[in-house]
């Protein structure tokens, strides 16, 4: 079973940038779609980005195209999410998962994801 675990989450100021990584414990084959979603107290898991992990097809949520970018290390087993133009409305736990799927198409619903790390806090302020 693969574990994966986050780090890179923080306190930044609007217009900022972070970078979260998702390192897994063993390998992820191009089988794989990793997955970063975030959510705040009281709201549903949203979708941020995915990547067929390594062929690299990345898809994005409408609310953080251009600003954020989804990239893999095939041979580090890590997935990275860059943030940059940060907002007070990307204040979330961030989580990063993992799914078997088959296709190039990487799903956007948490229950095709059957693997998620503990989760890191990123915080925007004004």
């Known amino acids: 079973q693969v574990q994966l675990a986050e780090s890179g989450g923080g306190s930044v100021q609007v217009g900022g940038s972070l970078r979260l990584s998702c390192v897994a414990s063993?390998?992820?084959?191009?089988?794989?779609?990793m997955a970063w979603f975030r959510q705040t107290p009281g709201k549903e898991r949203e979708r941020v980005a995915t990547?067929?992990?390594?062929?690299?097809?990345?898809d994005y949520a409408d609310s953080v195209k251009e600003r954020f970018t989804i990239s893999q290390d095939y041979q580090k087993n890590t997935v990275y999410l860059q943030m940059n133009s940060l907002k007070p409305e990307d204040t979330a736990m961030y989580y990063c998962?993992?799914?078997?799927?088959?296709?190039?198409?990487?799903?956007?619903?948490?229950?095709?994801?059957?693997?998620w790390g503990q989760g890191t806090q990123v915080t925007v302020s004004s």
């Open positions: 063993s390998a992820i084959t191009s089988s794989h779609c």
């Open positions: 990547i067929r992990f390594g062929a690299g097809y990345s």
């Open positions: 998962a993992a799914g078997i799927m088959y296709g190039s198409f990487c799903d956007t619903a948490p229950r095709n994801y059957d693997t």
